[in-house]
């Protein structure tokens, strides 16, 4: 399970090392309004109110969401100060944290 953990934050740097992130209340929350967010993630300690939000919104949007890591987590891996949200703006890294994730129930990234 830590392994799975760790590659799903490493692809989070990656893919903010490509330019394929959005993180911070507004900015995701633009990306998920835009149709430009594959996956949105927000860290297992926000607040019951962002996760209530994002998850509305996410679910109205159709669009993957899940309750991953930490701020300080996320934020590092990020290459920033502590972050509560992000989008994924790539398909194929959004596909790929969500096998990594194992989530499934809804997810239009499920393994066939």
């Given amino acids: 399970m ?10 989070i ?8 992130t959005v993180s911070g209340e507004f900015s ?11 996956l949105v993630i927000v860290a297992e300690e ?7 939000k994002f998850s509305n919104m996410c679910t ?4 993957p969401i899940c309750m991953f890591g930490m701020k300080d987590e996320l934020g590092r891996h990020m290459g920033k100060e ?8 790539d398909e194929g890294f959004a596909r790929a944290m969500v096998k990594q994730m194992n989530i499934n129930g809804g997810s239009k990234y499920e393994s066939q």
């Fill in 82 to 89: 502590m972050r509560a949200s992000l989008a994924i703006l």
């Fill in 46 to 52: 926000a607040s019951d109110n962002t996760k209530k």
């Fill in 13 to 20: 740097g990656l893919a903010t090392k490509a330019g394929k």
């Fill in 28 to 38: 995701t929350e633009r990306a998920v309004k835009s149709g430009k967010a594959y």
């Fill in 60 to 63: 109205y949007y159709q669009v």
């Fill in 2 to 11: 830590l392994d799975d953990r760790k590659r799903v934050l490493n692809l």
